[in-house]
C-alpha cells in the first residue's frame, strides 16, 4: 500500500513516498523511510508523530495513503505568543480614544 512520510524544517521540507505492506506500523514506515539518516535531529522517544495532522502513537497502524508526519517541538508556546501580541495591540491603543 501507498503512504507518505513527512518532516520539515523552518527551510527544508521532505515529503518521501513508500510502498509498505499492509499492517506496517507508524514507527516501521518511517524506518523504512530512512528519514533519520537525512535528519539525525528526529527522536523517536521524545519527538510526537502523527497521521495527517493529528497525533498517533508509534504502534499506529498504517491505512493506505495515510501521511505519516514527525512533528518537530514548538520553539514558542502559541497561547503565550497570542496573549503577547494582544497586550502589545491593548498597549498601542490604550492612548487614542476617538
Keep these: 500500500m501507498k503512504i507518505e512520510v ?7 521540507q521532505t515529503l518521501l513516498a513508500l510502498e509498505v505492506d499492509k499492517g506496517t506500523t ?5 524506518v523504512l523511510s530512512g528519514i533519520m539518516a ?12 502523527g497521521i495527517f495532522g493529528k497525533i ?3 504502534d499506529t497502524v498504517l491505512r ?4 505519516v508526519e514527525i512533528y518537530r517541538p514548538l520553539i514558542a508556546d502559541p497561547k503565550q ?9 491593548k498597549k498601542m491603543r490604550g492612548g487614542k480614544k476617538a
Design 6 to 12: 513527512a518532516y520539515a524544517l523552518e527551510s527544508k
Design 26 to 30: 507508524l514507527k516501521q514506515a518511517i
Design 38 to 49: 537525512s535528519y539525525p535531529q528526529i527522536d523517536l522517544s521524545k519527538d510526537k508523530t
Design 56 to 58: 498517533a502513537k508509534l
Design 64 to 67: 493506505p495513503k495515510d501521511r
Design 81 to 89: 505568543v497570542r496573549k503577547e501580541r494582544a497586550a502589545q495591540g
